[in-house]
């Protein structure tokens, strides 16, 4: 093989890599940009974890994307809770906030499994409905725990974080519907 066609295909390789990126990058940045929810460092981060993210060529690629990664998210912080309620000596208070914080996170759950297919439907209205229906869990979560005077949620990170990820679908989905 000559080396100008080597050559050439290597280009063409590094440039498709480059372009595919940009997709992430480009996207997670007006993201960002048109949401003050949503933090650029973390939505990079975040959706580069899912392989498929890799593989996006588009915006559209990115919502499913966003949202597996948010249905993840919402399994993980359940097993968390699981986890935290497990504690013999955990207040009672405390107690309840989480058995209705795991209830909240299996409803987000099926939210976004509901979303997901909205969105795949075309269906972007019913999308944006369920996923800000999703998103309120990570508040209703965490606002239960100021509630009561001394008491501090041990699932902060969680809930901000599996907020910022349903920020991220639905800016995603905006820009789709563009």
Wanted: proline share 2%; net charge negative.
């Amino acid at each position: 093989m000559n080396s100008s066609l080597v050559s050439s295909i290597l280009f063409f390789c590094i440039l498709i890599v480059s372009v595919l990126s940009d997709v992430l990058s480009d996207s997670c940045g007006e993201a960002a940009k048109d949401d003050p929810n949503i933090k650029f460092d973390f939505c990079v981060s975040t959706l580069e974890g899912n392989p498929k993210a890799k593989s996006a060529t588009g915006v559209a690629d990115l919502v499913k994307v966003a949202i597996e990664t948010a249905i993840s998210n919402s399994n993980s912080i359940r097993s968390l809770i699981t986890k935290l309620l497990s504690d013999k000596g955990l207040e009672p208070y405390v107690r309840s906030c989480l058995q209705d914080c795991s209830e909240l996170y299996s409803d987000a759950g099926s939210s976004l499994g509901k979303g997901e297919q909205a969105f795949e439907g075309k269906d972007y209205g019913t999308a944006n409905s369920v996923i800000s229906a999703a998103m309120d869990s990570a508040n209703t979560c965490e606002d239960q725990f100021k509630e009561k005077v001394g008491v501090v949620s041990p699932l902060t990170k969680e809930n901000n974080s599996f907020f910022q990820l349903n920020a991220i679908s639905l800016a995603f989905i905006n820009m789709v519907q563009k």
